[in-house]
Structure formats: structure tokens, C-alpha cells
């Protein structure tokens, strides 16, 4: 029996030295490296990503403010099954049930899945992480290379209330109290897994809840740098639980 085809899977370049560093890419790589599924990678800048959903087939996400179709990474093809798959949920989903991993290796363990979902959820708030974005989103534009630069600035600006990344990136005292509700955020995690023994949230049982927490302390790190003053202080959060979670996944995070 001849070895499957690999799988297409589809991710914006950048200028830095591993390429990736979009979070809801770098969650399906993981999940894509742990569960050993063969995969190429194809690089398409911001203008380039609509045109390559319509061509393979791989459906919108969502729709723009005009109301038009909104095509967003990630995405994969998979010519073993004649499939294309859009959206970070909606492939994990389709990996699991086309390539089974061994139950004791499942990133959707039976039973799991709602309360995965309702912890995506969750880390998305106000409350949590969402005061990283204004950090994170106008850093990004700076590693971008040029041919995707003017279109990932223009399309955040809704975002943002028509302001552009430039004014939102937080200056002065306002910068250090703003950080300082990210860490607060993540420290709203922490105490929800304070209590396990392992890095996960299942303690040592990797889930698909780990890869989607661990790809926003990745971004701190990737997009400011090792020796920043943001990925200093991150590292050293909740004593250094975040460090020591992208750590635990090094192993999976190939490019």
C-alpha cells in the first residue's frame, strides 16, 4: 500500500528566520508535526489568499464589512481525499477523523471537544488575552514582507475603529498599563491550571486547547524577539508557565 499523498497546507511568509509566525497557522502545524501527517507547506502573501481559496475550492470563513466573502488562513488540500478545508477549527476536526491518531494521542479526546471549544472561547476575551492584540497585530506588520504589508494594515483597520496599526500600538505610561492587562489575562489562565501537574491542560495529556494557548505566547516571542523587553517579561509570568510551554512543544513546531 502506497504512503498518502501529502497534505497542502497553506501559510503566510514573513522576514523572520522561521517564516511562520501567524498564530492560527502555527496551531494546525503543531496538531499537523504531532500527528506525524505528511504536509508541504505553500507560502501566500495577504493578496494572494482569496485567489488561492477559489482556486482549490476551500470555502470562506466569514464575510468582510461590505459583506463580501472573507478568505482567511489557514486552509490545506488534501488531494488524497479530493478535499479542501478552511478555518483552524474546521481542519482539526477534519485531521482527527481522516487521520486517527492512537486514543492516548487524540487531540480530541472523547468527551473534550465542548469544553475545548468554550476554552477557545474563553482566551479570546476581554478578560484574557484579547489586550495582546494591540501589541501584537501592528508588531506583525513590521515583519510582513512588502507584498503584504499594505493589504494586512488596510484590513485591520475595521478592527480597530478605522485607525491605523500605527496609532494603535500603545505609547508611554498607557504602553505599561496596557501590558500590564496582558499579563493579567494570562493570569486569569494560569489560575485555571494551577492546579494540574503537568505544562497542559489535561496536566500531561496534550489537546488541541494546548496548541491554540501556546501559539499566542509563540507570537510575543516571534514577533518582538528572544531578546525583547516583551518576551522578557512574558517568560517570567506566573512562574515562567508560558516559557516552559512553548518549550514542552519545540519538538512539534517544524517548518
Known sequence: MSAPAEIHFYDIPSQLKVNAFSPNTWRIRYALNYKKVPYHTIWVEYPEIAPACKKIGAPPTGKKPDGSPAYTVPFIYDPNTDKAIS?????????E?????????????????????????????????????????????????????????EARKARFGGRDLTEVDPKGEERVTEWKKVENGFGVINTWMKDQKGNFLMGDRLIFADLTLVVFVRWIRDVFGEDSEEWRSAKGWHSGRWERLINELEQYAKV
Open 87 to 95: 478555518d483552524s477549527i474546521n481542519i482539526i476536526q477534519y485531521l
Open 97 to 153: 477523523n481522516t487521520y486517527p491518531s492512537p486514543p492516548e494521542r487524540s487531540l480530541i479526546p472523547p468527551g473534550t471537544w465542548p469544553l475545548q471549544l468554550a476554552f477557545i472561547d474563553a482566551i479570546l476575551k476581554p478578560t484574557s488575552l484579547l489586550p495582546l492584540f494591540q501589541f501584537t497585530i501592528p508588531r506583525t506588520a513590521t515583519i510582513l514582507n512588502e507584498a503584504s504589508v499594505t493589504h494586512f494594515r
